[in-house]
């Protein structure tokens, strides 16, 4: 099945050519399909998303100094591919293949899987079973009222707005709507914000879950690539100048997959952005927490997270927060963190979904982050030390076994975006099932297709279970590295 999407934001001849690099090597024909070549892998990639579209012919020509004749071969090949469309007036976009997308999947989150990839989500914290038996000794006054509290524990929001003010953001419990985790949060938002049709502007590579959210209200991706070295502005403001995005979502500590974190003068450009074109943004922050190279005896870790998107566009910005990668996936909870008013609105918007988040849990979590942040807590220093540990004996098991990829370590976050040479991973994903190994595909990072030559590995699994799954791996790729075939539809697992 072929996407095509309507041309979306252009990109300048001068950006490709730097995106193509050095790709020349030869004149004629061999230069074509050099240029050609250089092309796809960048559609394929991901570099250049569905709907973005190319500069014209003489412009690009210009900016490769060749000839327009092999501007216009190269592009035929790849329109005849499928992978481009054009339209007279509309120019030239790109428009790839659909990723492998199915409904079923989700049951394998079901199912416990010997060695499971798939899933970025650690086991609880040794701390938590005494966490519940201290909640559980406090549940009695609570018992007396009737549960249901739409926004949440006031305790747990006083706990969580105080770890926002702390960060630089001053924050009110009032401004703290509880919810049944980040996903919970951000399909709330969308619902209370984006209608059918509604374009919302996001990252590619991204985070499944959420561009699935976007799909269930109907709304419409536009999505801004993400590459090696992190987000590009200049293609962020194009895409919200030509889209008018109704809402961006954003990841910008410790993005799912790639673990990047936005760099301070990047903040300032977005936040300048947003608040110029008054777009709203929701902002992930439920891995921001996960700063692995954090040393808390040089900087407390009362002081260790940058300030909050929201604190540089308080208008703008709707940050949503997780508990799952802290404490335990199970708790099932998370927050949203906006304006009084826009909490009163989501109230409102809830009040025909759930009616609040189970007030036990939230007694439990209240406890646990009580103490969370203080120097004196090694709850979080243990936690991030065995994240620390995971990434780093990854790094070494990849380079060991799989020495044809190429990997970046990531500064946090849980997982390592590998880059596997060559578009296997859907082939990659199959055959490691074979061999006990649950793995997703790169291309269901993509919001519209490509990134198959990529693959997520979360190194969240006990030290014993990594190093198997990471041999078995290394094992299926040479055996794939030496096949050479087509890449067939795999079988959808769920994310985290
Ligand atoms: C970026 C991102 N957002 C949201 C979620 C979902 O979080 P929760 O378990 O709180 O719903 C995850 C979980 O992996 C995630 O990585």
């Known amino acids: 099945m072929s996407t095509v999407l309507p041309p979306g934001s252009r990109i300048s001849g001068t950006r490709l050519a730097a995106l193509l690099g050095p790709w020349r090597d030869g004149s004629g024909r061999q230069g074509t399909a050099r240029l050609a070549a250089s092309l796809r892998q960048l559609v394929l990639e991901g570099a250049l998303v569905a709907g973005t579209r190319l500069p014209s012919e003489r412009e690009l020509s210009a900016s490769l100094a060749v000839s327009r004749t092999m501007v216009t071969s190269a592009v035929d090949r790849l329109r005849d591919e499928g992978l481009l469309a054009s339209r007279q007036g509309a120019g030239t976009w790109v428009t790839v293949q659909a990723a492998t997308r199915e409904p079923g999947g989700w049951s394998a989150m079901s199912e416990p899987a010997p060695l499971d990839l798939a899933l970025a989500s650690p086991a609880a914290i040794p701390e938590f079973p005494a966490a519940v038996d201290r909640a559980a000794r406090r549940l009695s006054p609570l018992l ?58 996001m990252e590619q590579p991204g985070y499944p879950n959420a561009y699935e959210a976007v799909h ?19 293609e962020m ?114 009040l025909g979904m759930d ?22 807590s090694t709850v979080v220093t243990r936690r991030l030390a065995s994240f620390a540990h995971g ?66 590995l979360p190194y969240a699994l006990p030290p014993e279970q990594l190093r198997e799954a990471i041999r078995r791996l290394g094992l299926v790729a040479a055996e794939l590295a030496d096949q050479d075939g087509p890449e067939h539809e795999g079988p959808v697992l769920p994310v985290t």
């Open 237 to 350: 403001e194009a895409a919200v100048r030509q889209a008018a995005p109704r809402l961006a979502y954003l990841m910008v500590d410790f993005h799912n997959p790639t673990g990047l974190r936005m760099t301070a003068p990047e903040r300032h450009r977005l936040a300048a952005l947003l608040r110029r074109t008054r777009t709203m943004a929701v902002v992930d922050e439920t891995l921001v927490e996960l700063d692995l190279d954090h040393d808390p005896a040089v900087v407390p870790r009362a002081k260790v997270a940058p300030p909050p998107m929201a604190a540089l566009a308080p208008d703008q910005v709707i940050t949503i927060g997780s508990t799952s990668k802290l404490f335990w996936g199970g708790l099932r909870l998370g927050w949203v963190r906006t304006t009084p008013e826009l909490v009163h609105r989501l109230g409102a918007a809830r």
């Open 355 to 376: 009616l609040g988040s189970p007030i036990m849990e939230q007694l439990v979590l209240a406890e646990l982050y009580a103490e969370a942040f203080t120097d004196e």
């Open 391 to 456: 990434r780093d004996l990854a790094m070494d098991l990849v380079r060991e076994h799989c020495p044809g990829w190429s990997v970046r370590r990531p500064a946090g976050g849980l997982s390592l975006w590998c880059d596997l040479g060559a578009p296997i991973s859907v082939r990659l994903s199959a055959s490691a099932r074979d061999r006990g190994v649950r793995i997703v595909p790169g291309d269901r990072f993509a919001a519209h297709g490509g990134l198959r030559h990529r693959l997520r």
């Open 216 to 234: 269930a209200v109907n709304g419409r991706i536009v999505a801004t690539a993400l590459r090696e070295d992190g987000w590009c502005l200049t």
């Open 144 to 201: 007396a009222g009737g549960g249901h509290q739409l926004q949440g524990l006031l305790e747990l929001r006083e706990l969580i707005a105080d770890r926002f003010t702390r960060r630089g953001l001053p924050t009110g419990p009032e401004q703290i709507m509880i919810t049944n985790g980040a996903q919970h949060a951000f399909a709330l938002v969308l619902r209370m914000l984006v209608g059918p049709g509604d374009r919302v502007l």
